[in-house]
Nanobody
Framework: QVQLVESGGGLVQPGGSLRLSCAAS????????MGWYRQAPGKQRELVAT???????NYGDFVKGRFTISRDNGKYTVYLQMNSLKPEDTAVYYC????????WGQGTQVTVSS
């Protein structure tokens, strides 16, 4: 059974930074994509960033160079470095894994507030 273990959320002031991590509990064979989505209260879940094990990345339009996704294939772990955070970045951030099926983490809260 695939489990995605997230860490790194929390409270940060506007303009600050956070780094999220997500580790998959299984060994993954073949091509896969890991990434992050987010959901704010009253809004739909939206793409933040994804990365394949080959290194191809995709970012949500709102990121605009503020966030960087990276991965450690040997550890089946994905990271999201978030800089220049804004109050509108406040949301629950979910780790995702697509390898045939889609798997989701439990979510980690990111709150940007002074």
């Amino acid at each position: 059974q695939v489990q995605l273990v997230e860490s790194g959320g929390g409270l940060v002031q506007p303009g600050g930074s956070l780094r999220l991590s997500c580790a998959a509990s299984v060994t993954i064979a073949g091509i896969y994509t890991m990434g992050w989505y987010r959901q704010a209260p009253g809004k739909q879940r939206e793409l933040v960033a994804t990365i394949t094990n080959g290194g191809s990345t995709n970012y949500g339009d709102f990121v605009k160079g503020r966030f960087t996704i990276s991965r450690d294939n040997g550890k089946y772990t994905v990271y999201l470095q978030m800089n220049s955070l804004k109050p509108e970045d406040t949301a629950v951030y979910y780790c995702s894994l697509r390898v045939g099926n889609d798997y989701w983490g439990q979510g980690t809260q990111v709150t940007v507030s002074s």
